[in-house]
Nanobody, 124 residues
Framework: QVQLVESGGGLVQAGASLRLSCAASRFTFNDYVMGWFRQAPEKEREFVAADYWRDNIQYYADSVNGRFTIFRDSAKNTVYLQMNSLNAEDTAVYYC?????????????????WGQGTQVTVSS
């Protein structure tokens, strides 16, 4: 059974940085597109970033482009989300997800596996 376990969330002040981690297991990690999504209170889940190792492609939502970086450590089967210059609008539960689409995607419906989420709260 595929497992995705996120960590690294927390409470920070505006302007600070955080790095989220997602440890993956029980599937061929580099065959999958790895994505990060987030959901703020009373809002729909939204795409944040994705990485597809086989095409060496990363893709970002406009709202985080230039501030967030997604990258993976294949030796550790872990994908990371480095978040810089955080602001209050980044407050949300962040989810790691895996998609076996063979192409990078920002559609939540393409991701068949999800982690449990980690809370990120940015105080202004």
């Amino acid at each position: 059974q595929v497992q995705l376990v996120e960590s690294g969330g927390g409470l920070v002040q505006a302007g600070a940085s955080l790095r989220l981690s997602c440890a993956a297991s029980r599937f061929t990690f580099n065959d999958y597109v790895m994505g990060w999504f987030r959901q703020a209170p009373e809002k729909e889940r939204e795409f944040v970033a994705a990485d597809y190792w086989r095409d060496n492609i990363q893709y970002y939502a406009d709202s985080v482009n230039g501030r967030f970086t997604i990258f993976r450590d294949s030796a550790k089967n872990t994908v990371y989300l480095q978040m810089n210059s955080l602001n209050a609008e980044d407050t949300a539960v962040y989810y790691c997800a895996a998609a076996n689409t063979g192409r990078i995607t920002d559609r939540a419906s393409d991701y068949g596996y999800w982690g449990q989420g980690t809370q990120v709260t940015v105080s202004s």
